[in-house]
């Protein structure tokens, strides 16, 4: 849709696995023309879970939505050439790479550079020194897994959510398009590296967390379901739900009086425990307290009553649901929601999201992934046109991406 954003913006991938291809994918449900590249029969994550009934990856459709997709043979001179002839190709906004392949000679800046000098390449690493790493490897060098779990539990607890995967694909999105600004105020390209742990390390940081530890050594443990520095954690309802309750502001914190009708019994506490719970450090402080008083009101009311009259105060809460009930609510009510149903080839109907970012309050419509192949054919035949160049010797302005924009 030309209307989107990154529309005529071409980007050139070879990735696998998830920071590479969710960079792309944002760009793409921007209206990017993002070519991936992978050899024939696929790469290392066409295959990986989750699967479909019919054991196709819904791993891999779900991260490539929106893009084309060629497949050649990576080992040889020709495809080779083809490759470096798609990502060098002409055009003022062509030539753009991200890749996070480990040598490949061919593919290094310099080789690409030479036959496009204004080249904007990014290279997604593990470590920055090159050594390989993935997202749970850099998860556990950085210290959470021992933050992460009940409080009494020894040894480290993993999480399943590839967080610094999906950061680092959202930071490496942020320099493409800093990398294209940059060009086409200058008309210089770049060629930036983006390491998976440098990605986590910054994050820890920029939270204050290390500092913490620089400074107050051991001062963070373990602490279960509670919320770190206020009052936060999970109830147990009549009928065996459970729901995280927040009071992270003085307001918040007022509302969940308010909602179980506990004022004066805290009010009694502050002056028993010389405490003032209007601050959040103090809450921390207290929070088993807290707990231990909030806990017979949730214990004494179902689901259904305790939503109301969270809800009613404004309490900041969720109830926890499992991903079949997200799914069910979808089902019942797709409505104006982020999630779409896209008709994907070699699945079907599969359930699938757009791009979070609503324009004017809309969503952009959704799109599947491609075939693996889907494109090579055109894609070829585009690489061996030889596009003009402009008198000044750079790419052509009149120059664009072959074929139709999917995103």
């Keep these: 849709m030309t209307d989107r954003p990154l529309a005529g913006l071409r980007i050139v991938e070879l990735n696998s696995f998830v920071a590479g291809p969710s960079a792309t994918m944002a760009l793409a449900q921007l209206g990017a ?14 295959d990986r879970w989750p699967l479909g009934p019919n054991g196709t990856s819904l791993y891999w459709n779900s991260l490539n939505k929106g893009k084309r997709s060629i497949t050649l043979d990576l080992r040889s001179d020709a495809g080779q050439t083809t490759a470096q002839d798609l990502i060098t190709a002409p055009g003022q906004k062509a030539g753009i790479f991200i890749d996070n392949s480990v040598g490949r000679g061919w593919l290094d800046y310099g ?11 990014l290279r997604i690493q593990g470590h920055p020194d090159g050594r390989p790493a993935v997202d749970y490897t850099v998860n556990a060098e950085i210290g959470l897994p021992a933050l992460t779990g009940p ?15 999906l950061l680092a694909g959202m930071t490496a999105a942020t320099g493409l398009l800093a990398a294209v600004h940059r060009r086409t105020a200058t008309g210089r390209g770049a060629y930036i590296r983006l390491a998976l742990s440098d990605v986590a390390e910054a994050a820890v940081a920029n939270l204050g967390w290390l500092a913490e530890e620089d400074l107050r050594p051991g001062t963070r443990t ?12 999970a109830f147990a309802t009549h009928d065996d739900r459970q729901v995280m309750v927040i009071a992270l502001t003085r307001g918040q914190w007022n509302a969940l ?38 806990r017979p009101w949730f214990a004494a009311r179902d689901l259904a009553e305790v939503r109301e ?18 799914v069910t609510k979808y089902r019942a009510e797709p409505g104006h929601t982020v999630l779409a149903d896209v008709d ?32 090579t054919a055109d894609l070829i035949q585009s690489s061996n046109t030889t596009t003009p160049r402009a008198a000044d010797g750079g790419p052509s302005a009149a120059s664009s991406a072959p074929g ?4």
Excluded at 115 to 120: C, E, G
Excluded at 151 to 165: F, K
Excluded at 222 to 233: E, K
């Design 33 to 46: 023309d993002v070519i991936r590249i992978d050899p024939a029969g696929g790469g290392p994550d066409i």
């Design 111 to 121: 080789t690409l550079a030479a036959r496009r000098p204004d080249l904007i390449h």
């Design 151 to 165: 409080r009494d539990h020894t040894g480290p607890v993993n999480h399943v959510l590839p967080a610094w995967d």
């Design 222 to 233: 373990r602490d279960g379901n509670y919320l770190y520095g206020s009052f936060g954690t």
């Design 257 to 294: 009086q308010r909602a179980t009708g506990l004022e004066k019994t805290f009010a009694a506490l502050e002056t028993a425990l010389d405490a003032d719970f209007s601050d959040d450090s103090q809450r921390y402080e207290h929070r088993e307290t807290l707990t231990a008083i909030l």
């Design 309 to 326: 009259t969270l809800t009613a105060q404004r309490v900041l809460f969720s109830a926890y649901s499992s991903m079949s009930e997200l």
């Design 344 to 375: 994907q080839p070699g699945v079907g109907t599969m359930l699938s999201a757009r791009s979070p970012l609503r324009w004017n309050n809309d969503y952009y419509p959704a799109a599947p992934a491609p075939a693996l192949g889907q494109h």
């Design 404 to 407: 139709t924009t999917h995103g």
